[in-house]
């Protein structure tokens, strides 16, 4: 079941996490958030300029803010809906890139393997505090953003 985290203008302007945690930390208190596989969802619904060209991800203040929910909840990639796009999305939010009408997202790709490195720890750390030992989803993730993780960093992790 996919949980929808709305993102409006004065959100985005106050850099306020409120409607994330709102959303969050219920299925965090009662297990859901791994448990039940539910997933999360980003309405980003600010107002631009019609004739602006921007993609979301290219509007300083809406990165902003997913930098800032990013440093709060660290693990959130693992769970996004990833069928939906949202993983690729939250990547082009922290990671820098350049956007193609024709090729669409192209990450920096010294920065996008700095991303998933860091996810890894973090979410490797996050899962071991919540008592999961299984990285599967994990490393489906990192071959998502284009990156085979060998067992052997996850050994290395457990030490």
Do not use: C
């Not at 996919?2 to 306020?16: A, G, P």
């Not at 902003?64 to 939250?90: C, K, N, Q, T």
């Not at 991303?115 to 071959?143: C, D, E």
Request: aromatic share 10%; hydrophobic share 45%; charged share 25%.
């Amino acid at each position: 079941m996919t949980q929808t985290i709305l993102l409006t203008d004065l959100v985005v302007q106050t850099l306020d996490l409120s409607p994330a945690i709102a959303v969050i930390e219920p299925l965090l208190e009662s297990g859901d958030l791994l448990e039940k596989e539910a997933t999360l969802a980003f309405k980003i619904d600010v107002t631009r300029d019609p004739m602006d060209p921007r993609e979301l991800s290219e509007i300083p203040e809406v990165r902003l803010w997913f930098i800032r929910l990013d440093s709060h909840y660290p693990w959130l990639p693992l769970v996004l809906d990833w069928e939906a796009g949202e993983l690729g999305r939250y990547a082009a939010m922290l990671v820098p890139h350049q956007f193609s009408p024709t090729e669409g997202v192209r990450y920096n790709p010294e920065a996008l393997e700095i991303f998933v490195m860091q996810k890894i720890f973090a979410i490797s750390q996050w899962l071991n505090q919540q008592g999961h030992t299984s990285r599967t989803k994990l490393k489906f993730m990192t071959q998502m953003l284009g990156y085979e993780i060998d067992d052997g960093l996850f050994d290395l992790l457990r030490a």
